[in-house]
């Protein structure tokens, strides 16, 4: 994905506004997250929307890591989560029927119990749109 792509008919992506350079608290790791997920999230999760429970959270996750009044520590631990989401290979491969998504379920699971108090209704309300537009609802 690149910088200014339109990814939702209400917002338009630029990497430079997720996260802060000068405020990372562990900089290149927090950029290669930022570059991983401005590159495979909304793909991912266009494709994986329909299937997957934990699909809104996802996405109010992402909204949340966006927003410059996001705590740097919580973007932080939002952007591993959704890094971790969008690797192709993780603990249990996506592929396996029934099983693929568990281990990121788990992560944005124990994520929310985390950090959740972060999360706003704008951020949820946003993800609920984008939901039922990729479910085609």
């Given at each position: ?118 999360l706003k209704p704008k951020h949820k ?13």
């Open positions: 994905m690149s910088r200014g792509e339109k990814v939702s008919p209400d917002v338009t992506f630029d990497a430079s506004q997720v996260i802060s350079k000068d405020r990372a608290l562990v900089p290149s790791v927090m950029r290669v997250n930022e570059q991983r997920v401005a590159k495979g999230f909304w793909p991912k999760i266009a494709r994986v929307a329909a299937h997957i429970p934990f699909a809104r959270d996802a996405l109010s996750v992402w909204y949340c890591a966006k927003d410059d009044d996001t705590p740097i520590a919580a973007k932080g631990m939002m952007l591993a989560a959704l890094a971790y989401f969008v690797l192709p290979v993780d603990a249990i491969p996506d592929l396996i029927a029934g099983l693929g998504y568990t281990d990121d379920a788990a992560v944005f699971a124990a994520l929310m119990a985390v950090i959740g108090r972060n309300d946003a993800a609920a749109r984008d939901i039922e537009r990729l479910r085609g609802d």
